[in-house]
């Protein structure tokens, strides 16, 4: 059997840091960040010739580290001996094939300890050590006889530290941890002592009671309402420490774009960043919320937004991105998938599901779902939140929004909450808390350095679509449809040498396009689009092309003579298309088809638009009447 020719895609998750001290690769230049301007634009250092230049963000690129040459390329790592960072860069490449997917193959845990001359044991335990905890920094190893929770340093140095933190850092003037940290190198160095780093102080920091250091700090109201008349609240220290995602439908009926009558309301799955109350991403579709509808909301999170504003033509700022430390969410199937799950622990994202029956876990993001209703009334078609609501109103004879004229509203929506004063954080919009996080203000010091950028948006977001395993056949693959393509040829019959079993290969699929699945190829550790063998169906979704296969086995008609399933997809579209004057449920069904067949996705957005020279500067923007306003939100814990 003959197929076509598929060109892979490389496996790349890394990201592009844009920490102080940090490299990056500019149009074939090479600089050292020495500091943050804005959320467009970072100071760089040429590491040749030592000039200074203002970097657009948006255009920078990882560098190799064979490029990291000049005179102006030193850096300090003070805090780690050369031995221990090289033998975490040994242990990091032993499980690195394993963190680049192999981890889910079986039996590759095994061989990886065989070929690396270390047990089976230690390799589970580097991983484990990656994954749940600083990454590479955790795979430093301790030194002989620590054990953790047992202090490193001195007892006369954690008395320096515990005193320091209690003169410092437990006071209204709110210092930061690298203040603390300053001031305990002072005091050491005055007596002779070797200074502790910054980790070592902020890790005692972090021991202190989260109650003690709010009202130390001036928050007793904020400790009041936290740990007192909510103890089962969930909080979070710093942007991007945890993020809320939940589905809910809009309360506002739309119309399809070619007869112009009502097809029901869109899905809205929305992601909050707890932290700050920023809305970090989004995600809209006619369809009922699924794992798609999660893994397209939670990359649209990670990706930087300009791109996005552009196609949808909303003038703003946006500059909400990075891979969230954990993902917080309620007990639906849909955030329970396993391969939804594998794919946060492969690119280390912790999954944190609410504990039944405590509402408290979820407010944030179930206050913004309820208040967004107040958006929602003052559009034509709005449907209320209840019956009461609503009255005597026909929301389907007053609908006159479409699918892509809601997205657009609703962007802009999301714009201006951001913008919008947030109860929950002293007043503050969730913008200015975001940017005081980074940046600092009059009042606060930075807490955090603007966080990666993923390097490769595509192999993210394949990373995050359903996957399977599966045997490769003389006829392909089959996934619910049949699917070929040459890269699939070495694979045909393959088997196990070990197991002498058929060999089951890694596959992922978007499944609203049924045209094509992504094989995971591991031995050139690339992604390769395999085609479906009797296509193409523009517009179709693998449920669709399922449903007329069922039609096609009712009429006792072969499954494998695809000829027949293409002419039933073709009766199953005409029908729709002759029903969709009078039927709701056939014009949502040929407008969702019509969606699906853009194959926009956050992706694609990001990586296919024309590149631009920088992010967008932030437009001035008319402020309207408060429909998206968070008073019923009360406050909570989160302070620097």
Not at 338 to 359: D, Q, W
Not at 403 to 428: D, T
Not at 524 to 553: D, E, L, N, Q
């Amino acid at each position: 059997m003959k197929g076509v020719e598929t060109e892979g895609h490389d496996l790349n998750r890394n990201s592009i840091s844009l920490q102080i001290g940090e490299f990056v690769c500019h149009r074939q230049l090479t600089y050292r960040l020495t500091a943050t301007v804005g959320f467009s634009h970072i100071v760089g250092v040429d590491v040749v010739i030592g000039t200074s230049k203002l970097l657009p963000i948006a255009e920078l690129k990882r560098v190799k580290p064979d490029r990291v040459k000049g005179p102006y390329a030193n850096y300090s790592l003070d805090d780690i001996a050369d031995e221990l960072w090289a033998e975490a860069e040994r242990r990091m490449a032993i499980i690195q094939p394993l963190l680049q997917g192999k981890m889910f193959e079986s039996g590759a845990v095994e061989t990886r300890a065989r070929e690396s001359g270390v047990s089976k044991a230690t390799v589970y335990r580097w991983l484990s050590a990656y994954i749940e905890g600083d990454q590479f920094l955790s795979l430093m190893p301790r030194k002989r006889g620590w054990r953790k929770g047992t202090p490193r340093v001195s007892e006369e140095i954690e008395r320096i530290i515990r005193n320091t933190i209690a003169r410092e850092y437990l006071t209204t003037e709110r210092k930061s941890q690298k203040d603390v940290h300053a001031k305990v190198v002072a005091i050491c160095e005055a007596q002779g002592l070797k200074p502790p780093s910054i980790p070592t102080v902020s890790e005692r920091i972090k021991m202190l009671p989260r109650k003690q250091v709010l009202k130390a700090r001036g928050y007793s109201d904020i400790a009041r309402d936290t740990y007192e008349a909510e103890p089962g609240s969930f909080s979070a220290d710093y942007p991007l420490h945890r993020i809320q995602i939940d589905h809910t439908p809009a309360d506002v009926i739309i119309v399809d774009d070619e007869y112009r009558m009502p097809i029901g309301r869109p899905h809205v799955s929305l992601a909050i960043d707890m932290y700050t109350r920023m809305i970090v991403g989004y995600f809209i579709s006619l369809d009922a919320p699924s794992a798609v509808s999660v893994a397209m909301c939670l990359v649209h999170a990670m990706l930087p937004k300009h791109k996005w504003l552009n196609l949808h033509g909303v003038e703003g700022e946006w500059n909400a991105w990075g891979k969230p430390y954990e993902v917080h969410t309620d007990n639906g199937p849909d955030f329970k998938k396993e391969s939804l799950i594998k794919s946060c622990i492969l690119h280390g994202i912790e999954r944190e599901f609410r504990p039944r029956e405590t509402p408290t876990w979820g407010g944030q993001i179930e206050r913004l779902m309820n208040t967004k209703a107040r958006a929602f009334a003052t559009l034509p078609g709005a449907t209320g939140r209840n019956v009461d609501e609503r009255g005597d109103v026909d929301s389907d004879k007053e609908a006159v929004v479409s699918f892509a004229a809601f997205e657009k509203w609703f962007l802009a929506q999301v714009i201006k909450y951001n913008n919008q004063p947030h109860s929950g954080i002293e007043f503050m919009p969730p913008k200015e808390k975001w940017n005081e996080a980074f940046f600092g203000s009059s009042l606060r010091k930075p807490i955090c350095g603007l966080p990666p950028i993923p390097e490769d948006p595509i192999t993210l977001e394949l990373d995050f679509l359903p996957s399977t395993s599966r045997t490769v056949q003389t006829y392909g693959v089959e996934w619910d449809a049949f699917y070929y393509a040459e890269v699939l040829r070495p694979w045909v019959g393959h088997q196990d040498p070990k197991t002498k079993k058929a060999t089951r290969l890694f596959f992922r699929r978007d499944p609203r396009d049924v045209n094509c699945i992504w094989f995971f190829e591991p031995r050139a550790k690339k992604y390769y689009r395999i085609p479906i063998t009797t296509g193409p169906f523009p517009g179709v979704s693998v449920a669709s092309y399922v449903k007329a296969k069922r039609k096609v086995k009712e009429h006792g008609l072969s499954l494998v003579d695809d000829v027949q399933i293409k002419k039933m997809l073709n009766v199953m579209r005409g029908v729709v298309e002759e029903e969709a004057g009078k039927s709701k449920a056939a014009r949502r069904l040929k407008q969702s088809n019509k969606n699906k067949a853009k194959g926009t996705t956050p992706a694609k957005v990001y990586v296919d638009s024309p590149p631009a020279n920088q992010v967008p500067e932030p437009a001035a923007e008319s402020v309207e009447a408060d429909t998206w306003g968070d008073d019923e939100v009360g406050l909570y814990g989160g302070v620097s």
